[in-house]
């Protein structure tokens, strides 16, 4: 079944290559960025579009085993102005346009904590189980051009398990003003010290149980990595889109026996439909 939902998905896909956006010019993005989701057509009020995407991925942050997984996409929204109030999944979050030149944005999001079954290698057995907990994600992003054709993005992640920062550049392809296109980001990731050893550290009573090497992380860099987005309109009420993520992990990460590989690697596409 999942094989069959991919196939369609990369075949929706491949005919954009041959398509004009049909919904091109009659509706405006709150930003008109493909990675950031707007059902609102430009109009204040609610908003909905819901759909399913297909990722494949790696099992866990510093796995070299990868699946498919299928999720849902989309959210409900209500727009005032330039203002964007959103509910997706699990994520409750605002988004704000400031003087055509600043966007900002603030979510509550729910974080899956990681188990040792995520390994079907048993890479992760004897380390533990990880909670599952809420973290606040904070994100800016300062365009350099009138038509956000570049800008500069920083974005920090805190909760109970530490503090993560992003910072970099990015670019946007496409002339289109109503979100779709394509964008790229240039990134670097830094983490502190508690993000750092509750993904890759471990420690002496872990090392015990899973015969792992002991090892204790400071803070710094974590990784540097480059993401793709797309979207795509397929009628007015259709989209399509896709993401592609590529971290190639500092060498303090790489040292930890838990990163059995060198980056984390991501690709997804799916559909969405407005109502």
Not at 79 to 88: C, D, H, M, Q, S
Not at 96 to 122: H, M, P, Q, V, Y
Not at 151 to 156: A, D, K, M, T
Not at 204 to 226: N, P
């Amino acid at each position: 079944m999942t094989k069959k939902i991919l196939l369609t998905l990369l075949f929706c896909f491949a005919g954009l290559t041959t398509q004009q956006t049909l919904a091109q010019g009659k509706s405006e993005a709150l930003v008109p960025l493909p990675s950031l989701d707007d059902f609102t057509r430009g109009n204040d009020g609610w908003s909905l579009g819901l759909g399913l995407g297909v990722e494949y991925e790696t099992a866990y942050e510093g796995s070299d085993e990868f699946g498919l997984e299928i999720q849902p996409a989309g959210a409900l929204q209500w727009r005032k102005g330039e203002n964007i109030f959103y509910f997706a999944g699990e994520a409750l979050g605002w988004r704000g346009l400031r003087n055509d030149k600043w966007l900002l944005e603030a979510l509550l999001g729910f974080e899956e904590g990681r188990e040792e079954g995520d390994s079907d290698d048993g890479h992760l057995d004897g380390l533990g189980n990880q909670e599952e907990g809420f973290e606040v994600v904070l994100q800016a992003r300062r365009a350099l051009t009138s038509d956000w054709r570049y800008w500069l993005v920083g974005r920090v992640v805190t909760g109970g398990d530490g503090n993560l920062a992003l910072f970099g550049v990015g670019r946007r392809f496409g002339d289109q003003l109503n979100g779709t296109g394509s964008e790229i980001n240039v990134v670097a990731v830094f983490h502190d010290s508690d993000y750092a050893n509750n993904g890759f550290g471990i420690d002496e009573m872990q090392a015990a149980q899973s015969g792992l090497d002991e090892i204790t992380l400071s803070g710094g860099l974590r990784s540097v990595g480059v993401d793709y987005s797309l979207r795509h309109y397929l009628t007015p009420n259709w989209q399509v889109y896709g993401e592609a993520l590529f971290e190639y992990y500092s060498s303090a990460v790489r040292d930890s026996p838990i990163a059995r590989s060198d980056y984390e690697a991501e690709i997804g596409i799916g559909v969405i439909y407005l109502f």
